[in-house]
């Protein structure tokens, strides 16, 4: 049972790093959108976030796959998918000559995975509670049976 509050501590962990990473590109989108960035100042500062935040997605993935967690990986594995054919299609990268004629659209991909974040964030955060639970009732249990 310990192994199982590491795993969901680890994934607390990279599910808090996601988000904060999707709200801080969001945010440099709205900042651009009201003109307080320039397109080069904000495109550089998301660029710096995409390729961390594609490797977290592959990892959070690949962990609920070797743990055998399969709603989760079933879960994480659509956005995974759509990360790494972004990749492999050189998509991934928000450019700086055509930031205004995208931002509508990557402010809204932005959106959607701070929603899924948020939900797989509550999701994981019950998993935390009641693997904490179990951790501390089977170690109550060792001690009431010695």
Not at 29 to 40: I, K, M, T, V
Not at 62 to 87: G, I, K, Q, S
């Amino acid at each position: 049972m310990a192994w199982d509050l590491i795993l969901w501590l680890i994934v607390f962990c990279i599910n808090i790093a996601l988000l904060a990473s999707t709200l801080y590109q969001v945010i440099c989108l709205s900042d651009l959108e009201s003109d307080y960035l320039n397109p080069y100042e904000s495109s550089s500062r998301i660029n710096a976030l995409i390729l961390p935040e594609f490797i977290l997605q592959t990892v959070l993935c690949a962990l609920f796959l070797l743990t055998w967690h399969w709603f989760m990986f079933m879960l994480t594995l659509p956005l995974t998918y759509y990360n790494v054919t972004l990749y492999i299609k050189k998509l991934h990268l928000v450019d700086v000559t055509e930031i205004f004629r995208t931002l509508n659209g990557e402010k809204k991909y932005r959106i959607v995975k701070l929603v899924f974040y948020s939900m797989l964030f509550c999701i994981i955060t019950v998993r935390l509670v009641i693997s904490i639970f179990n951790s501390l009732v089977d170690a109550d249990d060792a001690v009431h049976i010695f």
